[in-house]
């Protein structure tokens, strides 16, 4: 069982198209990151949530933490080809653990076409 | 933008060897970490390094890796006796801020391959 469950693993849509990728878990986390990573690179963190129910806001992508803050998700407006990548959640001190080290889920590759 | 950088960033090694892999994080951070990720698989933690001693280790950082701080810049991981299941992509992060993971940086990998 995945401590961390990102959906959908793969995402094709078209430029232009809206799309959600969420992020669950059964356990409680300090704060939930957000990277991407692009083949053969580190991953690169996009945002950090800390509190629940919080709303960041990074141009046309939208972050919440879920208010139990168990879950995530991430919404792009107006997708394009640019956005093309391995979006990863990470997790931040699980039910009460280590505030330094990062749970990742496996990802959801997004590929978005011309 | 700081950024870490990890050398080097290939690495082919015979099992059995050893290998060091060096990373030169963030100069104000005080936290730092190694990371592996399998090909296809997702990225695992394996140390975290603070105040000149590992604060916590996963249980696959077992006898066989160890860490350094040789000076006030580098961060290795050494990895004795390589096996093939050690192929893998290593990355280093490090942060500035602790708690909730702000300030998280990572490197781009040295993608280690033991033939």
């Known amino acids: 069982t995945q401590l961390l469950e990102q959906s959908p693993q793969f995402l094709s849509i078209q430029e232009g198209e809206n799309l959600t990728v969420y992020c669950n878990s059964s356990?409680?986390?300090?704060?939930l990151q957000w990277y991407r990573q692009e083949p053969g690179e580190g991953p690169v963190l996009l945002v950090t949530v800390v509190t629940g129910g919080e709303v960041k806001k990074l141009k046309r992508l939208t972050f919440q933490f879920g208010d139990a803050r168990k879950d995530s998700s991430l919404h792009i407006t107006a997708a394009q080809p640019g956005d093309t990548g391995l979006y990863l959640c990470a997790g931040v001190g699980h039910s009460g653990g280590s505030n330094y080290k990062l749970t990742f889920g496996k990802g959801t590759l997004l590929t978005v076409n011309p | 933008e700081p950024e870490v950088t990890q050398t080097p960033s290939h690495q082919v090694t015979q099992m059995g060897q050893e290998v060091i892999l060096r990373c030169v994080p963030i100069?104000?951070?005080?936290?730092f970490y190694w990371y592996r990720q399998i090909l296809g698989q997702k990225v695992e933690f394996l140390v975290s390094?603070?105040?000149?001693?590992?604060?916590?280790k996963s249980e696959i950082f077992d006898d066989q890796f160890s860490v350094e701080r040789p000076d006030g810049s580098n961060f290795t991981l050494k990895i004795r006796s390589t096996k093939l299941e050690d192929s893998a992509m290593y990355f280093c992060?490090?942060?500035?801020?602790?708690?909730?993971?702000?300030?998280?940086?990572f490197g781009s990998g040295t993608r280690l391959t033991v033939v």
């Open positions: 356990s409680v986390f300090s704060s």
């Open positions: 390094f603070y105040n000149n001693e590992i604060s916590e």
């Open positions: 992060a490090s942060s500035d801020q602790g708690p909730y993971g702000y300030g998280y940086t």
């Open positions: 100069s104000n951070h005080l936290y």
